[in-house]
């Protein structure tokens, strides 16, 4: 019998969001129901307000959430009602051909419930990211719910869900950020603070904070660095060079996605370094570099999915490093707040007044 819950729908393109009343199923075969504990306020879901992802609307916003499992539907033998999950937005399918190839941090066919969740007159809803996670429950495929520590606090354990695990895996998976490297990361927000924590417990030695607001470079060597650059007050490729030995960074890691940041970026790195962007660009953004430069430069550029993470995998360490106090997702929480204040949550990120708001249920 479907479950009569609150949940917040974004119904138009660019029109305010608040909570209304869903019906979410129970869980058939492979899937299972979650009551959600708490959801950070990710960039994303504003995106899919915005009608930046899609138009699928009516879109149920929120997807980096913990939670407990209520029920399990037929099949599902890993998980039991009452285990503390983090949700992922990738669950690896085992089946296709990066799955195959033993890259399952790659997955293209990665797994998502089946039935949908609805509005009450029976219009399909379309999860943010496969999860929807704004709502006291939701539906989500089995691989997608990954048991952690219990004892993890869920407003800061449901930021690896997205916004930690892709910033603090765009730094220790993809840049392979190692014991000794200099690294520079652009935009300290959620995504770069979580880079900038990947890389110092990847024992980088120098971790340089890039950012045009001094508020959030003052918060970034919380996270672990140490050096900032005020970009609108110095040129950032300059100052990192200076604060490199003149060479650049053997990492750079653009948190931002915008064309002017990528290249400076790129000429931040040093010979053969890495550029890696983490980053969500506009579709229409494009970006022009002389083909001479990408080929004397040498080193890598690449993109950053999620952090090229394996939930399964990294999840728990990453809990178990908060737990150890290690990683400070507590400093990431900016503040908690309830299924009607997201839409007010939305203005305070456009004004980077914060890293995270989390609603908790």
């Known amino acids: 019998m479907p479950h009569r819950v609150h949940a917040v729908v974004a119904a138009k393109k660019g029109a305010p969001v608040g909570p209304q009343t869903i019906l979410v199923p129970d869980p058939g075969p492979g899937e299972v129901l979650v009551d959600v504990l708490a959801c950070g306020v990710c960039h994303t879901d504003l995106h899919y307000r915005e009608g930046a992802v899609g138009d699928d609307f009516p879109f149920l916003l929120g997807h980096e959430a913990a939670g407990l499992i209520d029920a399990v539907g037929e099949g599902v033998d890993d998980l039991v009602p009452g285990d503390y999950v983090v949700l992922a937005w990738r669950a690896p399918c085992g089946r296709c051909r990066s799955c195959r190839r033993g890259r399952p941090w790659y997955c293209f066919d990665s797994r998502n419930a089946t039935q949908p969740m609805t509005l009450l007159d029976g219009t399909p809803l379309s999860p943010a990211l496969g999860i929807g996670a704004f709502a006291e429950k939701t539906l989500v495929a089995a691989g997608q719910a990954v048991k952690v520590d219990p004892s993890a606090r869920p407003e ?160 728990p360490v990453l809990i178990d490093r908060y737990l150890s106090g290690r990683l400070d997702l507590g400093g990431f929480v900016s503040e908690t707040i309830a299924l009607d204040e997201v839409e007010a949550a939305f203005d305070k990120m456009r004004d980077g007044r914060v890293l995270r708001s989390v609603v908790v249920l």
């Open 156 to 315: 800061a354990a449901g930021l690896i869900g997205c916004g930690v695990m892709a910033g603090y895996g765009a730094a220790v998976h993809t840049g392979a950020v190692g014991s000794g490297d200099t690294v520079a990361v652009i935009g300290c927000g959620g995504v770069g603070n979580a880079a900038v924590a990947g890389a110092s417990i990847a024992g980088a030695r120098r971790v340089i904070a890039v950012d045009i607001d001094e508020r959030k470079l003052d918060g970034a060597t919380r996270f672990g660095a140490t050096h900032t650059v005020n970009s609108r007050r110095t040129d950032p490729v300059e100052a990192v060079r200076e604060l490199t030995g003149g060479h650049g960074a053997d990492v750079v890691i653009d948190a931002v996605g915008r064309p002017e940041t990528y290249r400076q970026g790129f000429y931040m790195r040093d010979l053969a370094g890495t550029l890696v962007q983490v980053g969500v660009p506009d579709p229409d953004m494009t970006i022009d570099l002389p083909l001479i430069d990408l080929f004397s430069r040498g080193g890598a550029l690449k993109s950053s999915w999620y952090g090229d993470c394996l939930p399964s995998r990294d999840f």
